[in-house]
């Protein structure tokens, strides 16, 4: 038997929540403080470890975590996106304290961040022997996945599973407390339906098989001395899963940030200089597209000149609306890459609904993170810029949440 204590200072008629490390779950309302006993057993042949303690958390109605979601294939820059998410909010992202020294949790003083990878429903061997990828559906629990996101958008504290990338196995799980932003990075955030109808807000990184494949390259071959053969077998083996579940998460996406090898060097492969795309879902709530010079005109920009620095092969931007899965989308892009970052400062004065608090908040951003992948071209530019977005989406939803109550006593 597993007791459970309530010690709740919320408010009258709110909810509270049961869960125990096996994901056994009640649900039920009080009207006043008192001692609850909850019985229960783990699942036979459960290998989670931890003991059968519960976790009872009592959250009023008015819960203002949002979250977002991030999807992409691994090694596409997720992480250093939630860097420069985080770091927009202020203060740094940092593991549970006094947790599993191996958690993929990040949390900061607004944000956690929750890797997908957590929800595997099955440990290394158990992919290996079933003989599916972490691409595959079937190795993942979209069941807790959805159960949980849900509680922590409810105000819920969960105790969420830990999948350990250094082993392979499924470790006990960790506490998660509902934050003011949740984050779910990794490769399934918009496959669930159940799990899409929950995210305020998602972005989906796309990188194009010519740009992957030169990082990938750069990175196996050059510091961890894999064989090209070997790095394109691997490519090709985990291609029908990623084409088959990953990759059409891109059409529910509010933003996607497209990377794209260059045009302005004739067969370029090597991926050094990017063409980057930002397509922007028109419509969303709390979202305005970003916008060069002209809202909803067609432009090309080439500011190199005297107010920018440009080497070969220079810098070119591109704004327009056009059409992504059926959906009304606007597109900026950039093609090249700065070699002064303070200058960029000049091609933020031309932007529009960047959300900004400040004149020069986008460079004084990027410059902070001088030395992250992608800052001296439209990736880390597009993801800064989306990081404010998701700021100020953030302050609308809340200050909407707050004035809900005085416009029901006025109705």
């Not at 039920?28 to 699942?43: D, I, K, N």
């Not at 977002?68 to 992480?79: E, H, V």
């Not at 609306?321 to 960029?344: C, I, K």
Request: hydrophobic letters at 35%; one cysteine or more; a neutral charge.
């Amino acid at each position: 038997m597993a007791v459970c204590t309530v010690n709740t200072t919320q408010s009258l008629n709110s909810t509270c929540s049961i869960y125990t490390p096996t994901t056994v779950k009640t649900q039920f309302s009080f009207h006043q403080r008192r001692l609850v006993l909850f019985r229960g057993s783990r699942r036979s042949g459960s290998k989670r470890g931890g003991s059968n303690t519960c976790v009872i958390t009592c959250a009023a109605g008015n819960s203002q975590t949002i979250v977002i979601g991030l999807a992409a294939d691994s090694g596409c820059g997720k992480s250093t996106f939630m860097r420069r998410l985080t770091s927009v909010f202020g203060g740094g992202a940092e593991p549970p304290k006094g947790g599993n020294p191996d958690s993929n949790t990040l949390i900061s003083d607004t944000t956690t961040v929750i890797c997908l990878d957590d929800y595997h429903s099955l440990d290394r061997n158990g992919r290996k022997q079933k003989g599916v990828t972490a691409l595959d559906p079937r190795a993942n629990n979209f069941d807790l996945m959805y159960e949980q996101v849900k509680a922590l958008k409810d105000g819920i504290a969960v105790e969420k599973p830990i999948y350990n990338h250094v082993t392979g196995l499924l470790d006990p799980p960790e506490l998660i407390k509902p934050p003011k932003i949740l984050v779910i990075e990794g490769l399934h955030p918009m496959f669930d339906q159940r799990v899409r109808d929950l995210l305020d807000f998602s972005i989906y990184l796309d990188i194009s098989n010519e740009v992957k494949f030169a990082w990938k390259i750069q990175r196996d071959m050059a510091e961890r001395g894999h064989s090209l053969e070997s790095i394109k077998a691997s490519i090709e083996a985990r291609k029908p899963d990623f084409d088959g579940y990953i990759d059409p998460q891109k059409q529910y996406a509010d933003a996607v940030i497209e990377v794209l090898p260059t045009q302005l060097i004739p067969g370029d492969n090597e991926g050094k200089v990017l063409r980057v795309r930002l397509i922007m879902k028109e419509g969303a709530k709390y979202f305005s597209p970003v916008y060069l010079f002209d809202e909803g005109s067609t432009i090309s920009w080439i500011p190199c000149g005297r107010k920018l620095t440009c080497s070969y092969p220079g810098i070119k931007f591109f704004y327009g609306p056009e059409t992504y899965f059926g959906h009304e989308v606007s597109v900026l892009e950039m093609d090249g890459q700065f070699d002064r970052l303070d200058e960029l400062i000049y091609v933020e004065s031309h932007l529009s609904n960047i959300s900004t608090k400040f004149y020069g908040e986008v460079t004084q951003q990027m410059l902070k993170h001088a030395d992250f992948p992608g800052s001296n071209n439209g990736t880390g530019l597009f993801q800064t810029i989306i990081g404010l977005k998701i700021r100020d989406l953030f302050e609308q939803i809340v200050a909407a949440k707050a004035a809900a109550p005085v416009e029901a006593t006025k109705a």
